[in-house]
Nanobody
Framework: QVQLVESGGGLVQAGGSLRLSCAASGRVFNIYAMGWYRQAPGKQRELVAS???????DYADSAKGRFTISRNNAKTTVYLQMNSLKPEDTAVYYC?????????WGQGTQVTVSS
């Protein structure tokens, strides 16, 4: 079993930065990709960024050039560095881990960007 613990959300002014962290524990050898989704009020959940065990990254168009996904050497913690934040980035951000037997979701962390 794998557990995900997220941290780093909060309130920031437009143009500011935040870094989200997601630490995985347990049977982490089953993880082949990790990433971040977000869900704004009244909107569908959407992929923000992902990174495979091989280091291949993928970003939503809205995140390209502003957000960077990375991980630690042990591949057990994934980070999302968010720069030049905009009010439309306000959402609950969820960490995900893709395992050999399915996808695991974190509990979510709120990011609020004020104008």
């Amino acid at each position: 079993q794998v557990q995900l613990v997220e941290s780093g959300g909060g309130l920031v002014q437009a143009g500011g930065s935040l870094r989200l962290s997601c630490a995985a524990s347990g049977r982490v050898f089953n993880i082949y990709a990790m990433g971040w989704y977000r869900q704004a009020p009244g909107k569908q959940r959407e992929l923000v960024a992902s990174i495979t065990s091989g280091g291949i990254t993928d970003y939503a168009d809205s995140a390209k050039g502003r957000f960077t996904i990375s991980r630690n050497n042990a591949k057990t913690t994934v980070y999302l560095q968010m720069n030049s934040l905009k009010p439309e980035d306000t959402a609950v951000y969820y960490c995900i881990a893709d395992l050999t037997d399915g996808r695991l979701w974190g509990q979510g962390t709120q990011v609020t960007v004020s104008s």
